[in-house]
């Protein structure tokens, strides 16, 4: 009977020991995100300094660095503060990057596979809650090192927008109307892409960067078509534990509705630009991705 008891005590120390190692657990991942957009400048009239700012500039859009904290079950994806290297119109130059990403912390819970996404566009906070995005994973043979832990391939095939991409250099001569029609962006129009994650059993969490996640382990590296996102750092139980709490800020919408609010203004700013070009004669460069 003695004895019994003290193997029932026992194992009650280890439950209780195991949960609170659950509950303490967590782990912070840095990833480098790249994202690639073709764009030829020869002929296009711009002086070789300026394709050099150019170049600088999408670099700066288009290289970004995020952190993911995360526990066993909650996650917060956010992007890193830096410098800002200046998008704006020196010498009669523009740079814009029209879209809507996340710009401040992004949550995801994978035990109610909820999220919640801080946003600021055109001068309003939005928190956009929703349902996790359900991902069909196939799991693949291939394997490969990333760092020290040993990865598996999984892909899926999500469909997306046909992203309206437009490049104008100089001055526009060309009729009005045509350029309108031409910059209209158009709807409805979807692309399949197959997705590539690479995800490790050494970390057994759901968790990764950007909108992924349902893998069996942390998934290290993503490869979306034109996006590449790699992790280069993994911290398992810092010192200094994170928050990791749902955002509350900003007025609350669901992806549906944000992306509407996007499509709308975009809309506008375009036509905002195009009267601005109408007023001072259409000169300047003008660099516009997205929309």
């Known amino acids: ?5 003290q193997k029932s005590i026992a194992i009650v120390l280890l439950l209780i020991v195991t949960t609170v190692s659950a509950q303490g657990f967590q782990g912070k ?4 995100t790249k994202s690639t957009i073709e764009m030829d ?10 394709i050099k700012r150019i170049k600088e500039m999408m670099k700066n859009q288009l290289e970004k660095t995020y952190t993911l904290t995360f526990n066993k079950t909650a996650s917060i994806y956010k992007e890193e503060e830096k410098l800002d290297q200046g998008g704006g119109g020196r010498g009669g130059m523009r740079f814009m990057m029209m879209g809507g990403g996340a710009s401040g ?47 598996f391939k999984a892909t899926t095939v999500i469909e997306v927008p046909v992203r309206n991409t437009n490049f104008r250099f100089g001055r526009r001569n060309n009729n009005d109307n045509d350029e309108k ?4 962006p158009k709807e409805d129009v ?18 990764g960067p950007d ?21 280069s750092k993994i911290i398992i139980n810092p010192k200094e534990k994170a928050e990791i709490t749902a955002p509350k ?3 609350v919408v669901t992806q549906k509705a944000y992306d509407k609010i996007i499509e709308e203004k975009t809309k506008e700013m375009r036509e905002r630009m195009r009267n601005e070009r109408e007023k001072s004669g259409g000169g300047g460069h003008r660099i516009m991705i997205g929309g």
């Open 211 to 231: 909108d992924y996640w349902g893998l069996p382990g942390l998934i290290l590296e993503i490869n979306d078509g034109n996006t590449n996102i790699l992790c």
């Open 105 to 151: 912390n992004y949550y995801k819970n994978t035990q109610t596979k909820t999220s919640s996404k801080e946003n600021e566009f055109s001068g309003k906070n939005f928190l956009i809650k929703d349902d996790l995005i359900s991902y069909e994973w196939k799991m693949e043979q291939e394997t490969k090192m990333i760092g020290e832990h040993l990865c």
């Open 190 to 207: 979807m692309e399949l892409i197959i997705v590539t994650a690479w995800y490790t059993l050494d970390i057994p969490v759901s968790h």
């Open 29 to 32: 991942a840095i990833y480098q």
């Open 1 to 5: 009977m003695k004895k019994f008891l």
């Open 181 to 184: 029609k031409e910059n209209e």
């Open 249 to 251: 800020k900003g007025k």
């Open 41 to 50: 400048l020869a002929g296009s009239g711009i002086p070789a300094d300026r």
